[in-house]
């Protein structure tokens, strides 16, 4: 069955560096997404990804993230000087039409 | 505000009982309902997708009801086993390639 892949699983980073999440969607989706959860809290919207473009972005998605699509089959989250507060879990995932989500095993961004 | 509740937030029952988890939410307006269970520190995994035009849907042990007037949806678990111990999301979807909206999960116990 195909998958939506995230690497890597965990990240640990200093507060103010860079960090990029890597997710490669399922190849025939056409929908892409991000999502995180803080730990013991619900998961989160954080933006949908649409025809190359930005289809919605919640107010967690400030200007300090980011979302490619680089080369057709990535799809990568940015955030450019992270926070204490960016410490959570991150999930991808896609889409086809009508058929439900699909999301990968995550990635788990420490920042210290 | 569109919100999602799960009902309770943790059940623990003997091995072999069957079990109903609860989501309700509050825009009855949905395209469709997802639910998904998460191990923990894991990802999410797909168990039901129902259509907003569908009562329920079946697969296996498991049997998700969807009542949109009422803003209801229940997951059916039959025969519970050790290996159903996770958390049980659900998050409804109101449009085509939108985001979705979770509850908080139920974090289901089962004893052998």
């Known amino acids: 069955e195909p998958e939506v892949t995230q690497t890597p699983s965990h990240q640990v980073t200093q507060m103010g560096q860079e960090v990029i999440l890597r997710c490669v969607p399922i190849?025939?989706?056409?929908?892409f997404y991000w999502y995180r959860q803080i730990l013991g809290q619900k998961v989160e919207f954080l933006v949908s990804?649409?025809?190359?473009?930005?289809?919605?972005k919640s107010e967690i998605f400030d200007d300090q993230f980011s979302v490619e699509r680089p080369d057709g089959s990535n799809f990568t989250l940015k955030i450019r000087s992270t926070k204490l507060e960016d410490s959570a879990m991150y999930f991808c995932?896609?889409?086809?039409?009508?058929?439900?989500?699909?999301f990968g095993s995550g990635t788990r961004l420490t920042v210290v | 505000k569109q919100e999602v509740t799960q009902i309770p937030a943790a059940l623990s029952v003997p091995e072999g009982e069957n079990l109903v988890l609860n989501c309700s939410f509050t825009?009855?307006?949905?395209?469709?309902l997802q639910w998904f269970r998460q191990d923990p520190g894991k990802g999410l995994t797909s168990l039901l997708l129902?259509?907003?035009?569908?009562r329920e849907q079946t697969s296996g042990r498991l049997n998700a009801s969807l009542d949109k007037s009422s803003g209801r949806s229940t997951l059916y678990i039959a025969a519970s086993q050790p290996g159903d111990s996770a958390t049980y999301l659900c998050?409804?979807?109101?449009?085509?390639?939108?985001?979705?909206?979770f509850g908080q999960g139920t974090e289901l116990s089962v004893k052998p």
């Open positions: 995932a896609s889409m086809k039409q009508s058929y439900g989500y699909t």
């Open positions: 190849s025939n989706h056409l929908y």
């Open positions: 990804f649409y025809n190359n473009e930005i289809s919605e």
């Open positions: 825009d009855s307006a949905i395209y469709n």
């Open positions: 129902i259509q907003s035009s569908q």
């Open positions: 998050a409804v979807i109101y449009n085509q390639g939108g985001k979705l909206i």
